[in-house]
């Protein structure tokens, strides 16, 4: 089993709110990074870092935040190019790996 | 703006080495920003991280495949290279490189560039 622990499949209505959750260990000590995975295509970068900055190109209605030993992306007015699957990513608990979630599918409705 | 390219043989058979070269181009590989990463996903399944190389030639595993697998450095060609000993069907995936850039102000690490995958199927 993962380090890191995400929810399957989560689902949202168009122009509404989701959280994605990632909860381990090491995310007490190590912030989450996120990455969106479309069908067919590599993962892109939306979320990362302490302040859980956005990388230029991703929309602001994606944000992150963290507390205690979960980190979570949030969608706020979730559109359609939006479904698709996250994977938080983060060191694991040992600190000298790297470490992915097993990654949360979103369909928005 | 980096671009990362994996070229390598799409069949392996069971229990030889997998073996796949990522080229970078836009920059160099001896930057020092980056660490340079091999990312793999079977068919329908996660991300998983197998490991990462720096310039230099140091390296860092994920410990469930650390026995198995090597990466190494090429600064002469821009390139970064994987191998991945006594493969099963299990190892059957679309293997990505990408740039690893550790952050120590936020205390992670992110991948910001990606190649576009190669899918490694291993069968007889």
């Known amino acids: 089993s993962s380090e890191l622990t995400q929810d399957p499949a989560v689902s949202v209505a168009l122009g509404q709110t989701v959280r994605i959750t990632c909860q381990g260990d090491s995310l007490r000590r190590y912030c989450a990074s996120w990455y969106q995975q479309k069908p067919g295509q590599a993962p892109v970068l939306v979320i990362y870092g302490k302040n859980n900055k956005r990388p230029s190109g991703i929309p602001d209605r994606f944000s992150g935040s963290s507390s205690g030993n979960t980190a979570s992306l949030t969608i706020t007015g979730a559109q359609a190019e939006d479904e698709a699957d996250y994977y938080c990513n983060s060191r694991g608990s040992s600190g000298d790996h790297l470490v992915f979630g097993g990654g949360t599918k979103l369909t928005v409705l | 703006q980096l671009q990362l390219q994996e070229s390598g043989p799409g069949l392996v058979k069971p229990s030889e080495t997998l073996s796949l070269t990522c080229t970078v181009s836009?920059?160099?590989?001896?930057?020092?920003?980056?660490?340079w990463g091999w990312i793999r996903q079977p068919p329908g399944k996660g991300l998983e991280w197998i490991g990462s190389?720096?310039?230099?030639?140091?390296?860092s595993y994920t410990p469930s495949l650390r026995s198995r697998v090597t990466i190494s450095v090429d600064t002469s060609k821009n390139q970064f290279s994987l191998k991945l000993s006594s493969v099963t069907a299990a190892d059957s995936a679309v293997y990505y490189c990408?740039?690893?850039?550790?952050?120590?102000?936020?205390?992670?690490?992110?991948?910001?560039?990606w190649g576009q995958g190669t899918l490694v199927t291993v069968s007889s």
């Open positions: 190389v720096y310039y230099t030639g140091g390296t």
């Open positions: 836009g920059g160099s590989i001896r930057s020092g920003t980056y660490h």
């Open positions: 990408a740039s690893d850039e550790p952050l120590p102000g936020d205390n992670t690490n992110i991948f910001d560039y």
